[in-house]
């Protein structure tokens, strides 16, 4: 959840950790710190707020120059986001700088011994424990890789270590258990970083670290071992997308930036698909065709907006694949007993591949035998090595909190998954996924199109800031596309909305229904005859009760006109694909309204890019 930078090479430490820093606000944004290490001294610097507050601080008193040091952007989890508990922190002697991503569920017990053996701890933290331990095991021989290797063996939880030590000037030290970290190696230099956007500015080349692994990072070289001090493999890899892909390219915010890629995106994960035989192809699925003929059940996990996007794949694979399918709050999965079996299979899909209630959901089906599938963004992460296989989307960096192009490739990597089993299963004819296929690929320009036409839907969103709540409907896959939106309007303008499925709306939600409320109704395509007749007649029900209804509906169905007091006209495409341009204005919608509040749209409040804890 939150950023973390380390370097070691021949630059200025302070100008990369900085700059890295800022690449990764978006993961935290409650206080911001760095330490260098310059003629065996340590100097850091930290403050609350925002990274801005911490520059500030570093031009009125720049530390001392050092070509290693580390910086830290924090999510708060143990202890307020003020100065004194911002990272790094320091043993007692001042000679040991530790920062930290996760948590350390077993910190209090930790910091009793500790306090008890004399040690003085400043923080409410469960990070300046680690400082301290890290001291103890100094005091008793090795060097700091050594020390890491043995505290780590004492932490429980979930966590990202990186540490430096006067006494080791060319070294900084990483340790990761549950908790994501990445290395950036260069010429003469090299990094660490919670995120490859940290460093992408000066290495595209990087390396994959695993579970339970402490890596000794020096300007010429990189050593990896396990937490018992034994050599461990490591899988490099190119990032291919490079340091203009995280900026914000002319934009105001990255979040507006992301909505106006997502034709590309789409179209990118596509890409490759279809091949030389003709057959729809996925890349690294390492689930034989054999074992998915064995599947008899499909349990999708996520989070979030995630979590949408496995509700709409469940109407696709049981339309397409002729499975059946339930979808699952990651978080609660575990905890409920779930029947799972060696032919069932669990798809789980994060953006980031850190979120660690997906994580957690997948070991645990791990554990019972499932075959794990997982749908990830980031090239390297830990989801796609702990599945058996695995679905990349190539919607590139997502850098603002609340996602837009991800959930946009998800949905296409959900289409794909489905389209692959019925393919395998033969529920489907070969040239009938090749033609659901090409209309897949003909929706970057049906999303491009959608773009083009979102200034009525700006104004509309400026004309209700003031409002207090926006309620949204939906049928079929508009459910989870209503879901959605007033999932965005929620992280972004911090007012009360909320997505109803439209047929539950006379069974209590109708109560809400008041003069002027808006609400927005995704209406299915007029092919859907039943389901679209169904909700004209939800629509007229809360528009005689005063509701002010905003309507999404196909180019051409004049039936709703006479209905909608606002209509956003959205291009014709078939009913499962429908939220691939639907999601669209809900997106823009929610980013105009907190704009027009005054909101930071890429760093809501309260809120982390990844949650890398349960």
Same mark, same amino acid.
């Given at each position: 959840?939150?950023?973390?930078?380390?370097? #070691?090479?021949?630059?200025?430490?302070?100008d @990369?950790?900085?700059?890295?820093?800022?690449?990764?606000?978006?993961r935290?944004?409650?206080?911001?710190?760095?330490?260098?290490?310059?003629?065996?001294?340590?100097?850091t610097a930290?403050?609350?707020?925002?990274?801005?507050?911490?520059?500030?601080?570093?031009a009125?008193e720049?530390?001392?120059a050092?070509?290693l040091?580390?910086?830290?952007?924090?999510?708060? /989890?143990?202890?307020?986001?003020?100065?004194?508990?911002?990272?790094?922190?320091?043993?007692?002697?001042?000679?040991?700088?530790? +920062?930290?991503?996760?948590i350390?569920?077993?910190?209090?017990?930790?910091?009793?011994?500790?306090?008890?053996?004399?040690h003085?701890?400043?923080?409410?933290?469960d990070?300046?424990?680690v400082?301290?331990? %890290?001291?103890?095991?100094?005091?008793?021989?090795?060097?700091?890789a050594?020390?890491?290797?043995? #505290?780590? !063996?004492?932490?429980?939880?979930?966590?990202? =270590?990186?540490?430096?030590h006067?006494?080791?000037p060319?070294?900084?030290?990483?340790a990761?258990?549950?908790?994501?970290?990445?290395?950036?190696?260069?010429?003469?230099?090299n990094?660490l970083a919670?995120?490859?956007?940290?460093? +992408?500015?000066?290495?595209?080349?990087?390396?994959?670290?695993?579970?339970?692994q402490?890596?000794?990072?020096?300007?010429?070289?990189?050593?990896?071992t396990?937490?018992d001090?034994?050599?461990a493999?490591?899988?490099?890899?190119?990032?291919?997308?490079?340091?203009?892909a995280a900026?914000k390219?002319?934009?105001?915010?990255?979040?507006?930036?992301e909505?106006?890629?997502?034709?590309?995106?789409?179209?990118?994960?596509? =890409?490759?698909?279809?091949?030389?035989?003709?057959?729809?192809?996925?890349?690294e699925?390492?689930?034989?065709?054999?074992?998915l003929?064995?599947?008899?059940? +499909?349990?999708i996990v996520?989070?979030?907006?995630s979590?949408?996007?496995?509700?709409?794949?469940?109407?696709a694979?049981?339309?397409?694949?002729?499975?059946?399918?339930e979808?699952?709050?990651?978080?609660?999965?575990?905890?409920?007993?779930?029947i799972?079996?060696?032919s /069932?299979?669990?798809?789980?899909?994060?953006?980031?591949?850190?979120?660690?209630?997906? %994580?957690?959901?997948?070991?645990?089906?791990r554990?019972?035998?499932?075959?794990?599938?997982?749908?990830?963004?980031?090239?390297?992460?830990t989801?796609?090595?702990?599945?058996?296989?695995?679905?990349? /989307?190539?919607?590139?960096?997502?850098?603002?909190?609340a996602?837009?192009?991800?959930?946009l490739?998800?949905?296409?990597?959900?289409? %794909?998954?489905?389209?692959?089993?019925?393919?395998?299963? !033969?529920?489907k004819?070969?040239?009938?996924?090749?033609?659901m296929?090409?209309?897949?690929?003909?929706?970057?320009?049906?999303?491009?199109? @959608?773009?083009?036409?979102?200034?009525?839907?700006?104004?509309?969103?400026?004309?209700?800031?003031?409002e207090?709540?926006?309620l949204?409907?939906?049928?079929?896959?508009g459910f989870?596309v209503?879901?959605?939106?007033?999932?965005?309007?929620?992280?972004?303008?911090y007012?009360?909305?909320?997505?109803?499925?439209?047929?539950?709306?006379?069974?209590?939600?109708?109560?809400?229904?008041e003069? !002027? =409320?808006?609400?927005i109704?995704?209406v299915?395509?007029?092919?859907?005859?039943?389901?679209?007749?169904?909700?004209?007649?939800?629509?007229?029900? +809360?528009?005689?009760?005063?509701?002010?209804t905003? #309507?999404?509906?196909?180019?051409?169905d004049?039936?709703?006109?006479?209905?909608?007091?606002?209509?956003?006209s959205?291009?014709?495409?078939?009913?499962?694909l429908?939220?691939?341009?639907? /999601?669209?204005p809900?997106?823009?919608?929610a980013?105009?309204?907190?704009?027009?509040?005054?909101?930071?749209?890429?760093?809501?409040?309260n809120?982390?890019?990844?949650?890398?804890?349960?």
């Amino acid at each position: 959840m939150c950023g973390i930078v380390g370097y #070691v090479g021949a630059r200025p430490a302070l100008d @990369v950790v900085v700059e890295g820093l800022a690449r990764l606000e978006y993961r935290g944004y409650d206080s911001a710190g760095v330490a260098v290490l310059a003629d065996g001294e340590l100097a850091t610097a930290k403050r609350a707020g925002k990274l801005v507050n911490l520059r500030e601080a570093l031009a009125e008193e720049p530390p001392p120059a050092g070509t290693l040091g580390m910086g830290h952007t924090r999510w708060a /989890t143990h202890g307020a986001p003020n100065d004194r508990n911002a990272h790094p922190h320091l043993d007692c002697s001042g000679r040991v700088a530790v +920062i930290h991503n996760g948590i350390i569920e077993n910190f209090a017990a930790l910091r009793s011994e500790l306090e008890e053996g004399g040690h003085k701890l400043n923080s409410d933290t469960d990070t300046e424990a680690v400082a301290h331990l %890290l001291e103890d095991e100094l005091k008793r021989g090795g060097d700091l890789a050594a020390a890491m290797r043995r #505290v780590c !063996g004492r932490l429980e939880g979930a966590f990202t =270590l990186v540490a430096v030590h006067t006494g080791d000037p060319d070294l900084v030290v990483g340790a990761r258990r549950n908790s994501p970290l990445v290395v950036g190696v260069g010429d003469g230099e090299n990094f660490l970083a919670s995120d490859v956007a940290a460093f +992408i500015a000066h290495t595209r080349d990087a390396i994959e670290l695993g579970q339970d692994q402490v890596v000794e990072l020096r300007r010429d070289g990189v050593t990896v071992t396990d937490f018992d001090g034994r050599p461990a493999e490591v899988k490099e890899y190119h990032v291919d997308w490079d340091v203009s892909a995280a900026e914000k390219g002319g934009y105001d915010y990255f979040m507006l930036k992301e909505i106006a890629e997502q034709p590309r995106a789409v179209a990118d994960t596509l =890409l490759g698909r279809i091949g030389a035989d003709g057959r729809l192809s996925l890349d690294e699925m390492r689930i034989t065709d054999q074992e998915l003929r064995e599947v008899d059940k +499909i349990i999708i996990v996520a989070c979030g907006t995630s979590y949408h996007a496995g509700l709409i794949a469940k109407y696709a694979i049981e339309h397409w694949a002729g499975l059946p399918c339930e979808v699952e709050l990651a978080s609660e999965f575990r905890y409920r007993d779930p029947i799972l079996s060696r032919s /069932t299979l669990v798809i789980a899909i994060s953006q980031s591949g850190e979120t660690m209630d997906a %994580l957690m959901a997948v070991r645990h089906a791990r554990q019972q035998h499932a075959k794990l599938l997982g749908i990830c963004n980031v090239n390297g992460s830990t989801l796609p090595r702990e599945c058996d296989g695995v679905l990349y /989307t190539h919607a590139g960096p997502e850098i603002a909190v609340a996602s837009t192009k991800a959930f946009l490739t998800q949905l296409v990597a959900v289409y %794909l998954i489905a389209l692959y089993i019925a393919q395998v299963r !033969g529920t489907k004819w070969g040239d009938e996924v090749f033609a659901m296929i090409q209309l897949l690929e003909r929706m970057p320009e049906k999303v491009d199109k @959608v773009l083009e036409t979102m200034e009525p839907v700006r104004e509309l969103a400026r004309s209700l800031a003031n409002e207090r709540s926006v309620l949204f409907l939906g049928r079929h896959v508009g459910f989870p596309v209503a879901l959605e939106g007033a999932l965005k309007l929620k992280e972004l303008a911090y007012m009360h909305a909320e997505g109803f499925a439209a047929g539950e709306l006379k069974h209590g939600p109708i109560a809400l229904i008041e003069e !002027g =409320l808006p609400v927005i109704v995704v209406v299915p395509p007029r092919a859907r005859d039943v389901l679209h007749d169904k909700i004209v007649s939800n629509i007229q029900e +809360i528009r005689a009760r005063g509701a002010r209804t905003i #309507v999404i509906a196909e180019e051409g169905d004049e039936s709703v006109a006479p209905y909608a007091d606002t209509l956003i006209s959205v291009p014709a495409v078939p009913t499962l694909l429908q939220p691939l341009v639907t /999601t669209v204005p809900l997106q823009v919608f929610a980013c105009e309204l907190a704009t027009a509040k005054g909101h930071d749209v890429d760093q809501p409040r309260n809120l982390a890019k990844s949650v890398t804890v349960e």
